[in-house]
């Protein structure tokens, strides 16, 4: 066998030999997880409870939240359930509420006590007290009908008073002292960013429109009520006129728009105007082109107008 087959035998030996290892050492593993689940489930104490109390630094009159969680193992307890004691003194409970969550053979139950101190107990002269409640005792008996008892201590509660500091000079003559500043500092939380429900250039535009549909109708009823102006009728305009130019003006229209009857009541009406007036021979020459045989063309009447029409022009600017 050649060096370099031999060196090829050797390193594939040597890798079946470690994978064979690293297999026998995982399955060894895995088995030594499984077997002791028992054992370690067996060994957590039948009752486990734990106390806490929020907020830990407060003023006097604030309201504290205490609670008491216990863990149950169900088959590890007797039927009868575990009885809690506890004491706040010289804290009043103002409400006590009890939950419970089942998960498989555990069972959780938490006890929230709702506290408050308003006697003068509960702080000492100095303006700032400790206080330390009573720890929680939990008496069971397990399945086998032993008795026992699990038990926890409550944190630590900083109580400050309410009024304002004292300088010292004075400490001696009050009744709470307190310093002129506490050692405890509030946590403030920053403010979160601001979010809008909806955007606020869409709310502008719906705004705007909105207002835009109710002055319409404003808009509409204004408009109808402001008073309408209305060209003068065809009569009151004549009206305005002096006797001549009116006569002048119904046989404008008549010329233009009316058959040969209105020309020939037209015709008659100027000459009976020019005869008031002393204008024989303009009368005449109207009457007579009024009632010849013949119906009066519009060149005839136009060359009658400009011979009357200077001796109206002064009546018309007066009656405009």
Known sequence: MTERPRVFAVLGFSAAVVVTAFALVG????????????????????????????????????????????????????????????????????????????????????????LRCLVA??????????????????????ASGKAREARTTWPSVELYTRLASVPREEQSTSRFATPVAAPWRADLVSVPPVSDRASPTLLVVALLLAAGLLLLPAGVL?????????????????ARLAPLDRALAVLERARTEGDATARRRALERLGMELRARGAEGLARAALELAWAEAAPTSEAISRLEQHVRPAGEGGRRRAA
Do not use: M, N
Request: charged share 25%.
């Open 27 to 114: 399955f060894a593993g895995s088995g030594d997880q499984e077997k002791p689940a028992a054992p370690v489930a067996s060994k957590r104490a039948p009752v486990t409870v734990a106390a806490d109390v929020t907020p830990r630094t407060h003023l006097f009159g604030d309201t504290l939240t205490a609670r008491i969680d216990l863990v149950i193992d169900r088959e590890a307890v007797g039927p009868a359930r575990p009885r809690v004691e506890r004491s706040f003194a010289p804290y009043v409970v103002e409400r006590a509420t009890i939950s419970r969550r089942d998960a498989g053979r555990f069972s959780q139950v938490r006890y929230t006590f709702r």
């Open 222 to 238: 204004a408009y109808r009520a402001l008073p309408r102006r209305t060209s003068p009728s065809w009569e009151a305009w004549l």
């Open 121 to 142: 107990t509960c702080i000492s002269p100095s303006g700032r007290a400790r206080v330390r409640f009573a720890p929680v005792h939990v008496f069971y008996r397990s």
